[in-house]
């Protein structure tokens, strides 16, 4: 399969930040709902996330933003279904220039991180590499399930370590999963918890 669009020839090395160690940098939690789950051949439709601060953990910034689909010929009417895609639900979508450009500014320096960070990133470099723009985030990634997956792998109340199973572990409510931002919202609620109970 070809993919749907051409990669920018030229993309700018990513600036130095001054937010200091990785203790003390701001943590991006981010979620994407895509058109499928092939990076560079589906695409982002859904950006949702969450900026805290490191130690305290306090929200400083919400992000959520969806992005129309340029090629609904290369999207999974599975994933379609799953996100709940509509016409009416995307009629004010923007670019995603315009989104990962947005995203970029909030997540400036920030340490990314997510639940299954790795299909999530995979995305966002695909885009980033569409739209000609450099990798915005400190270059260390945090992923949510690994960290589950490692302190609760004996739990016998964990069979798949979802976000789902996460959520109901710690009595956390997803008001609207598959939607960007209330993942990311639940992926931080999680992580909370997590610290809470080291």
């Given at each position: 399969?070809?993919?749907?669009?051409?990669?920018?020839?030229?993309?700018?090395?990513?600036?130095?930040?001054?937010?200091?160690?990785?203790?003390?940098?701001?943590?991006?939690?981010?979620?994407?709902?895509?058109?499928?789950?092939?990076?560079?051949?589906?695409?982002?439709?859904?950006?949702?996330?969450?900026?805290?601060?490191?130690?305290?953990l306090?929200?400083?910034?919400?992000?959520?933003r969806?992005?129309?689909?340029?090629?609904?010929?290369?999207?999974?009417?599975?994933?379609?279904?799953?996100?709940?895609?509509?016409?009416?639900?995307?009629?004010?979508?923007?670019?995603?220039q315009?989104?990962?450009?947005?995203?970029?500014?909030?997540?400036?320096?920030?340490?990314?991180?997510?639940?299954?960070?790795?299909?999530?990133?995979?995305?966002?470099?695909?885009?980033?590499?569409?739209?000609?723009?450099?990798?915005?985030?400190?270059?260390?990634?945090?992923?949510?399930?690994?960290?589950?997956?490692?302190?609760?792998?004996?739990?016998?109340?964990?069979?798949?370590?979802?976000?789902?199973?996460?959520?109901?572990?710690?009595?956390?409510?997803?008001?609207?999963?598959?939607?960007?931002?209330?993942?990311?919202?639940?992926?931080?609620?999680?992580?909370?918890?997590?610290?809470?109970?080291?």
């Amino acid at each position: 399969m070809q993919p749907s669009y051409q990669l920018a020839k030229e993309i700018p090395e990513p600036e130095k930040t001054d937010k200091g160690p990785m203790k003390n940098r701001p943590i991006l939690f981010l979620d994407l709902e895509t058109t499928g789950l092939n990076p560079g051949y589906q695409e982002i439709c859904d950006i949702g996330a969450v900026l805290v601060s490191q130690p305290g953990l306090e929200i400083l910034q919400k992000f959520e933003r969806k992005v129309k689909p340029e090629h609904f010929e290369t999207a999974s009417k599975e994933a379609l279904q799953i996100i709940g895609y509509t016409p009416e639900k995307w009629a004010g979508a923007i670019s995603l220039q315009q989104g990962l450009s947005e995203l970029a500014e909030i997540g400036q320096g920030a340490m990314l991180a997510g639940f299954n960070v790795t299909f999530d990133w995979a995305f966002l470099q695909a885009g980033f590499n569409q739209v000609g723009l450099p990798d915005p985030f400190y270059y260390h990634r945090y992923d949510l399930m690994s960290a589950m997956f490692t302190k609760y792998y004996d739990n016998n109340k964990f069979s798949r370590f979802s976000l789902s199973e996460c959520c109901r572990f710690f009595g956390i409510t997803n008001r609207a999963a598959h939607t960007a931002l209330s993942d990311a919202e639940a992926t931080y609620e999680v992580y909370a918890a997590m610290m809470r109970a080291v």
